[in-house]
């Protein structure tokens, strides 16, 4: 679909008579005339915005290095805590989002957002609960390390996805080579990590061993999800993308139902309902509080005066 003088953009369109309407996006925030074009365009982009930007690839550096630290220590934590405690405490994420949104971009939720957000929190924790299972095997665990590997993990979300979210709103780049420059970093962050753990057997077995199909499948599906989250918190914010991964769990949950014939549990149902409800909670228009207000004040003139 497009309009006169370029291709259609959600915040751009034309009513009748022609007349434009822009819907409440300033600057074009990645806008498809900005995202699209040809490929001497999008050549001419990456040359200036990533082998001309050292400075811009350092900028996005800061997130890769902070998602590879808050899933090295979500693993430390797993390794140290009993599953259902790390389920609980590793869902803190949600509301450590949305406290660094409201610092580092200095927004506002009201008292039913903050609600819905901690409600969010719950019902994913009830949704993805597994009673625990007696087992024989020992395993030495600290839950010391445990809890303040996850307090390390919970605070690396919060603050890379929030960081990278202002970003990706406070300049005109392209959205494709904003995530080119992220994952550029990452890249170089997480070869790294590889082969100061698995150094001896890459050399040996050669760095793509194991890759099959399947693998190569996973890798696409999981490259597809990291684009639609960008695309995510670019037109939203970073706790709406919270809102969107816990629909997506209970929706993945109720596709293993039907094709798997997985049992939907009470915790199961009641996390959703808690899920659905807090999603709702959150999208409710914020009412104005400003005629009421006045009333009250004009009501205590009033009083004052008798």
């Known amino acids: 679909m497009t309009t006169r003088g370029g291709p259609w953009c959600p915040a751009l369109w034309r009513g009748r008579g022609g007349r434009q309407f822009r819907a409440g ?23 200036e915005n990533v082998l001309g930007s050292p400075k811009e690839l350092l900028k996005l550096s800061v997130p890769s290095l902070v998602y590879a630290v808050q899933n090295n220590m979500a693993f430390l934590a797993l390794s140290n805590l009993d599953a259902a405690v790390y389920q609980v405490t590793y869902q803190l994420k949600i509301p450590c989002t949305a406290l660094c949104t409201v610092l ?7 008292k039913l957002q903050w609600v819905s957000v901690f409600m969010l929190c719950a019902g994913v924790t009830l949704v993805q609960w597994k009673p625990a299972q007696a087992t024989k095997v020992v395993v030495e665990q600290n839950p ?43 890249i170089i962050v997480t070869l790294v990590g590889v082969y100061l753990s698995d150094g001896a057997e890459i050399k040996e077995k050669g760095f793509f061993y194991g890759y099959t199909y399947y693998v190569w499948f996973v890798i696409f599906l999981a490259s597809v999800g990291g684009l639609y989250t960008s695309v995510v918190v670019k037109y939203t914010d970073n706790i709406m993308k919270g809102f969107s991964a816990a629909a997506a769990i209970v929706l993945s949950t109720i596709a293993s139902v039907m094709l798997f014939g997985l049992q939907i549990t009470l915790t ?19 009412q104005d509080t400003t005629s009421i207000q006045q009333g009250e004040t004009a009501s205590k003139e009033r009083v004052i005066g008798v």
């Open 268 to 286: 199961f149902a009641l996390g959703t309902l808690l899920v659905c409800v807090s999603i709702y909670l959150y999208g409710l228009p914020r």
């Open 104 to 110: 580092m971009l200095n927004r506002t939720l009201s």
């Open 144 to 186: 010391l390390l445990g809890f303040g590997a996850i307090a390390i993990a919970v605070l690396c979300s919060g603050f890379a996805g929030v960081y990278f979210e202002k970003v990706l709103k406070s300049s005109d780049t392209s959205l494709w080579v904003r995530n080119i420059q992220m994952y550029l970093s990452g």
């Open 25 to 47: 996006l300033s600057g074009n925030h990645g806008c498809p005339e900005r995202e699209t074009g040809s490929l001497g365009r999008f050549k001419a982009s990456l040359r």
